[in-house]
């Protein structure tokens, strides 16, 4: 049934047929304009592995920042930097709310903030190290790809340097919004 309704997709038919998919398919998908359909695939593949065995991330929430270098009109987040509700967690403060999410069951970080125009890398660095050294077993989701771009032009160092840098202090991936600096193709 499904395989009638993918439509063109090669992608989804291997897929639906088991084969694994690389990075090149992965792009593939994210032309194809139904989200519904990839679902759909997704969920029968599951399926198929595991039946009706479903896993989750409990995710915990965190802002080190709400100081912003940009002023986004939808925004209702951002301060400047002497605003009097203007805040920045020191590495040791977010090392205790990172406590407190652990305890109450958290198995990942997810950890993002505005554009800080003053803190540099050291400053990440030592959060995702603090975080990782007392609590090794908890993933880090940090940082947009906007964060990222940002702090790479505010430090000066290229976006791998960046990555690379957070990565080998401990970060584990990123979240997949903060795509507004993705430039259009069109
Ligand atoms: S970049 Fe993010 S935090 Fe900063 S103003 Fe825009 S939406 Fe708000």
Redo the contacts with the bound molecule.
């Keep these: 049934m499904l395989e009638k309704l993918i439509g063109e997709s090669k992608v989804l038919e291997r897929a639906i047929a088991g084969e694994k998919l690389g990075m090149q398919d992965g792009i593939e998908l994210m032309k194809y304009d139904n989200l519904y359909m990839i679902g759909a695939v997704a969920d029968a593949t599951r399926q198929k592995l595991v039946g009706n065995k479903v896993t989750f991330t409990a995710s915990s929430y965190l802002n080190y920042t709400n100081v ?1 270098a ?3 009109q939808i ?1 209702a ?2 301060r400047k930097e002497n605003d009097n509700d203007a805040y920045t967690l020191t590495p040791g403060q977010i090392e205790g709310r990172v406590s407190a999410a652990k305890k109450m069951g958290a198995t990942e970080m997810h950890i993002v903030g ?2 800080h125009p003053k803190l540099s890398l050291d400053y990440y660095e030592s959060m995702m190290k603090i975080i990782k050294k007392n609590h090794p077993e908890l993933k880090i989701k940090a940082f947009t790809a ?1 964060e990222i771009f940002f702090f790479a032009k505010l430090t000066k160092n290229s976006v791998k340097e960046v990555l690379s840098r957070l990565k080998n202090s401990g970060l584990d991936s990123l979240p997949w919004w903060g795509r507004r600096v993705v430039p259009s193709r069109n």
């Design positions: 912003c940009a002023s986004c925004c987040f951002y505005g554009f906007a």
